[in-house]
């Protein structure tokens, strides 16, 4: 495993339970799948507009995409990248598209925090949460 990755695990673990977990200690199965589905968002599409659908409100999704961005953002935080209170990833991300390198080494770093985070989901009960 990367180095950089198990170093996250216990931010992302923290991330994942100020964010994702429900009152039962428990995480919708469906945050399972949107992480796992992620990394070939980014494949796909690109950073930007990965970032752009997961920030989107939808009322299709059974769980709300943005907690995970959320918790996404409290890794790539203790990363050293200092984004304002109010920042989402989205808009961090936008700000460094005249800056090349560092938009690439955030985009590292994002993956990076989301399979760090797709560990740690899975060492939590996934619940069906009856929203199908």
């Known amino acids: 495993m990367n180095k ?4 996250m695990i216990p931010v992302a ?8 977990v ?3 200690s428990a995480i ?7 992480i796992s589905s992620f990394g070939a968002s980014v494949i796909q599409s690109g950073m930007l507009l990965a970032l752009i659908f997961y920030h989107q409100s939808d009322a299709n999704s059974e769980q709300d995409r943005g907690a995970l961005m959320k918790a ?4 790539v935080i203790s ?10 990833l989205l808009d961090y991300f936008r700000t460094m598209e005249e800056e090349r390198s560092k938009q ?5 770093c994002i993956l990076d925090a989301a399979t760090a985070i797709k560990l740690v989901i899975r ?3 996934l619940i069906d949460d009856g929203n199908n």
């Open 4 to 7: 950089r990755i198990e170093r």
């Open 13 to 20: 673990y923290s991330a994942v339970s100020d964010n994702l």
């Open 22 to 24: 429900s009152d039962q």
């Open 28 to 34: 919708s199965k469906q945050y399972n799948g949107y």
């Open 72 to 75: 996404i953002r409290q890794v």
């Open 79 to 88: 990363e050293g990248h200092n984004m304002a209170q109010n920042m989402n």
């Open 104 to 108: 690439k080494r955030l985009t590292q």
């Open 123 to 125: 060492t939590f009960q």
